[in-house]
């Protein structure tokens, strides 16, 4: 099973990236907590990697930190959570955040991630609130609505990611729009985390 992957960063999106390992292009998923902790394309870049063999397919699931890892194999012992699920909800929250709200059994939080019915919200808090023992943090805000089209690099990774969440172009670009003018930070981090509570 592959563990761990060190090498170039040859291609990076906010859910998958390519890292070249020997000569070897190793396709990797990841949650946008990690994609906006990796260097930029050409650098070097170190994965904890969660290694999926199914019947059809073997997929790998990276991250930058090993917290973010166990995580995220403590959600797949979850019943009806699957790796894709998974890697979205980490994506939805921090993993401190995360790992807050399903010990305090905030279902309110975790169904606004996407993907995470009132059922499989309930089923997080029941089979995991014992088993973590990660601290929170937490954040708010609203805004008005700008032009289209003026987005910078990072701006277009945010959409890009919150497209992959099933927002359309649209929805996207109105909710980053309102997250950049409620955030101070220009970070990708900060902006996806805002925009994905705003997006309708």
Known sequence: MIAHLR??????????????VGGVGYEVLIPVSTFSSLPETGGEVRLHIHTHVREDALVLFGFVSQTDKALFEKLITVSGVG????????????APDLAAAIKQGSLETLTRIPGVGKKTAERLVLELRDKLDLLPGAKKGSAPIAPQGSFNE????????????????????????????????NEFDALFRRALKLVR
């Open 154 to 185: 990072t701006e277009e990774d945010v959409i890009s990611a919150l497209s992959n969440f099933g927002a359309t172009r649209a929805a996207a670009e109105a909710a980053l729009v309102k997250a950049r003018s409620a955030t101070e930070s």
């Open 83 to 94: 790796p894709k699920l998974a890697i979205t909800t980490l994506g939805g929250l921090t």
């Open 7 to 20: 090498g170039t960063l040859l291609e990076k999106h906010p859910n998958q990236v390519i890292v070249d």
